[in-house]
């Protein structure tokens, strides 16, 4: 029997783009590939990209610039790019890479192993269409078994929002939603892995419409599904949009005992001004009325949220508004960046902030966050709280596991295994974890 061919994937960005490269190394497993966790020993390679951040596409190219010594020196090897810079770029990085064997979009990658037929025939493989076919149905079953007791699961992709700074509708397509059948089968396999916590992903995840056996389900009818899944212990979702939470969610949120007590809902900004020319659909007003409503029906929930500033046209008072709202909603994380502009978009051909304008408001952000994110994990020393262990620490007999909010909680505990889930008391609370003991 011949040695299994080494495949080495860099994934960027978003959790979709972890699912997605989980997916593709799926796919070309059934090809006779093997995950490697250094390029050099790869006969593959394959960068599952993102083009959310900064200068995104820029950054891939300098990547595989940085291959080309081992293409070089190893001329079978396979160079291939998928995500939403193979979307949006498609043969110009062909043109720009000649070495790229292979171009495939975030809808097609199910058809990977047809495209390796092509490329071990020595031709080039492009794909980046956006096909009717249920990409999902396509790939083989998911094998066992499972390292870790955490996993995400794709339950709806594409986005018909449109913000002003987005790249999404264009690169990943249109709202779709995965059939409820589907995915509960997905869960199903999942759990007989041994996994424990499942993460329902989406680009709008809330606004998920899936066909199920009575009609359409909303996503807070899939979480109660799921909740009666035997063995599936965690539920969480992301990334939702404020317009999208409605009163199903919000309830399950105070009465499903798997759905976890965290919400990653992002705002972007506290300025209704600038709200209206992202094109978000809501106001700072209603996404605080909302927030309201939610710790209403579950008061320990953590809030998450994410920010931009230095949007086009943002003022002193704008970015004084996004402050004031970030005080107001005592946020326990936040993600946050500076604008930049993404081609095709209708921010992009607007007056832009002054770059250390943007810089130094991005600094005063991030440290009111800072203060706030440090202030709820101390307020967490002394509290009893659920973790769900999912690797060992640094120090001997230490294990590392993630709390109900999401926290990063460190143990001393040499006979807990990987998978269990154990109440532990908070001890101390540390820059971005905290520390504990176990209570049972």
Not at 310 to 334: C, W
Not at 394 to 420: E, F, I, N
Not at 430 to 440: E, H, K, M, T, V
Request: hydrophobic share 35%; with cysteine; aromatic share 6%.
């Amino acid at each position: 029997m011949s040695d299994p061919k080494k495949l080495f994937i860099r994934t960027y960005g978003c959790q979709m783009n972890v699912y997605d490269s989980e997916r593709m190394a799926e796919a070309l497993g059934a090809d006779g590939y093997e995950q490697t966790d250094s390029p050099d020993d790869a006969d593959m390679i394959l960068l599952n990209t993102c083009h959310i951040r900064e200068k995104a596409a820029e950054k891939v190219y300098s990547e595989l610039g940085r291959y080309k010594g081992l293409k070089a020196d190893k001329p079978d090897l396979k160079i291939g790019v998928a995500g939403c810079v193979a979307q949006a770029e498609g043969e110009e990085i062909m043109r720009r890479q000649p070495m790229v064997d292979l171009v495939v979009g975030p809808q097609t990658y199910h058809r990977l192993p047809s495209m390796m037929e092509q490329v071990n025939q020595g031709e080039k493989a492009l794909d980046t269409d956006f096909p009717e076919e249920d990409k999902f149905e396509h790939l083989p079953k998911r094998p066992l078994p499972q390292r870790n007791p955490t996993a995400f699961l794709t339950v709806q992709e594409g986005c018909d929002k449109f913000c002003a700074f987005c790249v999404v509708p264009y690169t990943r397509g249109v709202e779709v939603s995965r059939p409820v059948e589907r995915i509960l089968r997905e869960a199903n396999e999942l759990v007989e892995r041994g996994v424990r916590e499942i993460t329902l992903l989406g680009q709008n995840v809330n606004g998920y419409h899936g066909e199920g056996p009575d009609g359409d389900w909303s996503l807070a009818k899939l979480i109660w599904a799921l909740n009666d899944v035997d063995g599936l212990e965690r539920i969480r979702f992301t990334t939702s949009h404020p317009n999208d939470m409605d009163d199903a969610l919000i309830e399950a949120h105070g009465e499903c005992e798997k759905l976890m007590p965290y919400l990653h809902l992002p705002v972007q900004s506290g300025s209704d001004f600038i709200l209206k020319r992202m094109n978000r659909s809501h106001t700072a007003d209603s996404y605080l009325r909302l927030i309201e409503r939610i710790r209403a029906a579950r008061p320990d929930i953590l809030i998450s949220g994410d920010f931009i500033v230095g949007f086009p046209e943002e003022s002193d008072a704008d970015f004084q508004a996004t402050m004031d709202l970030i005080r107001e909603v005592k946020y326990g994380q936040a993600f946050s960046f500076k604008y930049s502009t993404r081609p095709g978009t209708p921010a992009a051909e607007r007056a832009q902030v002054e770059d250390a304008v943007a810089s130094q408001r991005l600094y005063q952000l991030q440290a009111l966050i800072t203060e706030q994110q440090r202030a709820v994990q101390d307020a967490m020393v002394g509290q009893e709280v659920g973790v769900l262990f999912e690797k060992p620490g640094r120090l001997d007999g230490q294990m590392v596991g993630k709390s109900d909010h999401l926290h990063a909680v460190y143990v001393q505990a040499p006979d807990v295994q990987k998978g269990d889930l154990r109440r532990v008391r908070i001890t101390e609370s540390g820059p971005n974890s905290l520390g504990g003991q176990l209570i049972d």
